[in-house]
């Protein structure tokens, strides 16, 4: 119905006022528009202190509040003038036809310093992101920055000859106290060997990751390798607070008399006239690092790692406006705008203030909006290393006591596998049986831990309104006996922390809602931990979403990357989300409107995350489109639905027009979009609970079947089941690259160096190994694919240029001597295309199959001022000779598809098509297609 109105409003509007475009809508959407494109011009680019202090997203939702009431272009001009002028007092709007003044430069600029923006692609560590971690930047050049955090770290490091110790296992001891200010502050105790011809300190790195406050002697242990040439290790801390250290020292164990090795300083009694440590290389970066003489271990100092504020100036490239050089661009509605890219700064601030419109007025005013319940739900989280429980029953037991009313409003336990590689392991959130008892009751959620599990992260929640009180977690794994034994949680009980503070080892963060331990209520012990919703003045929902539509356009407008190659007419699309957006009477039509707008940019790193993305859930099977048809290639469920069935309809509508009905949702290219439409579970899902009726042609016969959508959208079902190194006959392997580890990998090197052909699975994402196979195939250097971040100073992407980057692979022995072929297709995204674009540029294999995603370069992410966040791909990657990489991706040199007969028969006709090149003839086994989670 939304999309029929949708249609029909924009039909009607194109009929107003002859062919321009701003005429071409009506009043409110002209002024929408218009403030759309006024607010990315000086948001990103005006450089003023007064600017730089807004909260810009509570700008967005009272800028479109006001817009809105505009009645016409005067009124809009005037309203737009109150709105800008204090953050932007150099600016000026005026009308078609008019001519601005000239900008006011100073005649003597003695003394005075440039202040503009520079754009290190779409930063992150502008106020609003700083605390995400990200290689992008935002600055202002001769003002003060808050450095992100992917820098935000100290490092006190000490070099040692590996020498005699090659071979032999050595341990690393400190007494660490670590001062905690935030929940995601850190320790590390760390070593690593140095291989010279592998130039890497970092290849055989052991990390002891400190989170508790206090003292403690931390130790870790590491295996000189033979090939070992330097031995470094050290100390790091990042975050808020402060890391003390003291008495570093390495032992042999076993040896007869516990030989100490002799580190320089070790107890850092030793310091230079900068209070430096002698013989200590030392990392500041935004903290101090000095001597303390405040509860020293032993001897008179010990060493002190602190955080300070993590501030630059200066700037970050050679591209710079200069002073006087202005952007005059249409705004819509007649008006354009004209504005300074360069100001002069004295030791006050930017020049150009005028009184007649305070900044102090409109941030007096911005500070009553409250965003309210932004995500509409709040969870308390902790987690333990999963790997030692790999492939066992594990069971999550806790206490919860809810006081909730209404409709929606409830309390879940929730259970998940975080996998080593990207994608998700086993999940259950309790969706089915919320829990919503005002007394004490214990629950439970039991799975089972993935073979190749990283993290077990489990916790609490509470979504919408109320309050509830969690106690006593308690985790157990399944031994072979077949009974429960208990998994050690730290702070289980909650009873290590301050009253009315957050638990120690627990974090707890989502706006909206307050996390607080409490000895008021508790299930056993003293305290328990509540979460409670904070009743908020919400602002108006619609402006709220207007505000994350112009945010989104704005940020795509001057930042994306691949602008240039997807088919967008991105001006247009702002005028159909924003009205779809007005339309819009549910979180979900709105999370739907965010999807068809950012879709069109063909970008399979675009996500659009809400609070809403995850109540759809999905069917218990995988297909693919193959001969016209919706084929199931897996199946988690093969008493409804077996493998070489064919969907005929869903719920009355076709399963082709089911496809292309999801697939308008998902930004990626044409060949990695219908994978993600099957894989991830958009076809066929819908809301949690409902039932799909489904017809089925399963050979002659025309069946209806009725499902349960039950199934996490983001479970994948895969169709892919063998091991990770398997050996096929005939001195022919196979290694899975989704699941194969470096241990694995390493183990079988020999075998692998010796065989007559290698087939590596690439229809997925690489899990730990990728540099490491390309060292083995290659006889010298070669070069990743090319990496390009925009250097941005001017709007709309105009006169960019790129930092230009790659790096260097070098060879390994043992060389593979056999024939190598991989198997690929729109599975492999993002770095597994890094890694086949190297296999496709030196012509390191053949590669069988079908194109990869198309889809590569680091992520970014735009945090929404409705608590909404969407992440896209922030850099450019071109292939190795220049040509475009996105949306075409690396394309196989023997190109195969599947057929509806190799489905039902269990072939996997990527394989057969190695095999025969390798000229055997084997008799490979069909494993039995079965349900397994990524």
Avoid at 438 to 450: A, F, L, M, N, T
Wanted: glycine share 8%.
């Amino acid at each position: 119905m939304k999309t029929f109105l949708l249609s029909i409003l924009l039909f009607f509007l194109s009929f107003f006022n002859g062919c321009s475009n701003d005429n071409q809508v009506n009043q409110e959407i002209q002024n929408l528009r218009t403030f759309t494109k006024l607010y990315g011009y000086v948001r990103y680019f005006h450089p003023s202190d007064e600017a730089a202090t807004l909260d810009w997203d509570r700008f967005a939702i009272y800028g479109v509040e006001q817009v809105r009431k505009a009645k016409n272009k005067d009124e809009l001009k005037s309203t737009l003038e109150q709105l800008f002028y204090p953050i932007a007092p150099t600016m000026q709007i005026y009308k078609e036809g008019e001519k601005p003044e000239s900008l006011k430069i100073p005649s003597d600029a003695t003394g005075l310093k440039i202040v503009a923006w520079q754009h290190y692609g779409y930063g992150t560590n502008i106020p609003e992101f700083y605390k995400n971690k990200s290689l992008y930047k935002s600055i202002r050049t001769n003002r003060v920055n808050i450095k992100d955090e992917q820098e935000n770290s100290a490092n006190i490091a000490q070099i040692l000859d590996a020498g005699s110790l090659k071979g032999k296992k050595i341990i690393l001891k400190a007494d660490l106290f670590l001062n905690l200010k935030d929940t995601n502050a850190k320790g590390y105790l760390w070593i690593s060997g140095y291989n010279i011809n592998k130039n890497s300190y970092y290849e055989n790195i052991i990390i002891d990751t400190i989170r508790k406050a206090g003292l403690k002697k931390h130790e870790i242990s590491y295996n000189v390798k033979t090939d070992d040439s330097k031995l470094m290790f050290g100390c790091s801390f990042d975050g808020s607070g402060s890391l003390q250290v003291d008495n570093m020292e390495i032992l042999i164990p076993g040896e007869a008399e516990q030989k100490d090795i002799l580190i320089k300083n070790p107890g850092f009694e030793e310091f230079d006239d900068k209070d430096k440590p002698k013989y200590w290389y030392i990392y500041e970066n935004g903290f101090t690092i000095k001597s303390s003489t405040v509860n020293p271990v032993s001897g008179k100092y010990s060493l002190l790692i602190e955080n300070k504020q993590n501030y630059e100036n200066g700037q970050i490239f050679d591209e710079l406006p200069k002073i006087g050089e202005v952007i005059n661009k249409p705004i819509g509605n007649g008006l354009f705008c004209q504005i300074p890219l360069a100001l002069y700064t004295d030791n006050i601030g930017t020049l150009g203030n005028r009184n007649d419109f305070p900044i102090s007025t409109l941030n007096k005013y911005l500070s009553t909006y409250d965003l309210g319940n932004i995500y509409g739900f709040g969870t308390a989280t902790n987690h333990i290393d999963g790997e030692k429980y790999r492939g066992k029953e594990i069971k999550l037991v806790a206490a919860v006591k809810t006081k909730v009313e209404g409709e929606g409003n409830q309390s879940q336990l929730w259970l998940r596998i975080d996998k080593t590689g990207e994608g998700r392991g086993f999940f259950n959130n309790m969706q089915d049986r919320p829990i919503k008892s005002p007394e004490w009751h214990e629950y439970e959620i039991i799975g089972k831990v993935d073979d190749d599990a990283k993290s077990i992260v489990f916790g609490g929640m509470l979504i919408g309104e109320g309050s509830v009180w969690l106690d006593e977690f308690r985790l157990y794994y399944k031994n072979e006996k077949g009974d429960w034994e208990p998994i050690e949680i730290p702070n289980n009980s909650f009873e290590n922390g301050n009253i009315g503070n957050k638990p120690d080892e627990w974090s707890a963060e989502s706006p909206g809602y307050t996390y607080k331990l409490t000895d008021e209520i508790h299930y056993k012990g003293k305290k328990s931990l509540q979460l409670e919703f904070k009743k908020t003045i919400r602002t108006n929902i619609t402006d709220e979403r207007l505000a994350d539509v112009i945010k989104i356009w704005n940020v795509f407008q001057h930042f994306f990357p691949y602008m240039d190659v997807v088919n967008v007419d991105w001006d247009s699309e702002l005028t159909k989300t924003l009205t779809e957006t007005l339309l819009d009477k549910t979180d979900m039509d709105f999370y739907h409107t965010l999807c068809k707008m950012t879709a069109k940019l063909q970008d399979g790193h675009i996500n659009v995350s809400s609070r809403v993305s995850w109540k759809n859930q999905r069917l218990p099977f995988n297909a693919a489109w193959v001969e016209n048809q919706v084929v199931i290639t897996s199946s988690g469920d093969t008493s409804k639905f077996k493998v070489g069935d064919i969907i005929l309809s869903i719920d009355n509508k076709s399963a082709e027009d089911e496809m292309l009905d999801k697939e308008q949702y998902i930004s990626a290219s044409p060949q990695c979009k219908r994978w993600k439409c099957f894989a991830w579970g958009h076809f066929g899902s819908d809301t949690a609970g409902t039932t799909a009726k489904i017809q089925i042609k399963r050979g002659n016969k025309t069946i209806e079947v009725f499902e349960e959508r039950h199934l996490d959208i983001w479970e994948y079902i895969d169709d892919i089941t063998r091991g990770s190194i398997e050996d096929l006959g005939n001195n022919i392997y196979y290694v899975r690259m989704d699941s194969v580890t470096l241990e694995e990998f390493n183990s079988r090197i020999n075998d692998l160096a010796n065989a007559k052909g290698i087939i590596f699975e690439m229809r997925g994402y690489p899990k730990e190994i990728s540099l490491d196979l390309i060292s083995h195939l290659i006889d010298k250097e070669v070069n990743s694919p090319n990496w390009l971040v925009p250097k941005i100073i001017y709007p709309d992407r105009e006169n960019l240029t790129w930092d230009k980057s790659n790096w260097q692979v070098q060879p390994e022995q043992p060389k593979f001597k056999g024939k190598i072929i991989f198997l690929t297709d729109g599975r492999a995204i993002s770095a597994a295309e890094t890694f086949m674009g190297i296999i496709e540029n030196y012509k390191l294999g053949e590669i069988i199959g079908e194109p990869t995603a198309g889809t590569n370069g680091n992520i970014n992410c735009i945090m929404l001022p409705s608590g909404n966040s969407v992440t896209f791909t922030g850099m450019k990657v071109l292939k190795h000779d220049g040509s475009q990489h996105h949306l075409i991706g690396i394309k196989p040199t023997i190109p195969v598809k599947r057929t509806i007969s190799g489905i039902l028969n269990g072939k996997d006709e990527y394989l057969e098509k190695a095999l025969e090149i390798l000229g055997v003839g084997l008799n490979i086994d069909s494993t039995p297609i079965k349900y397994k989670k990524k």
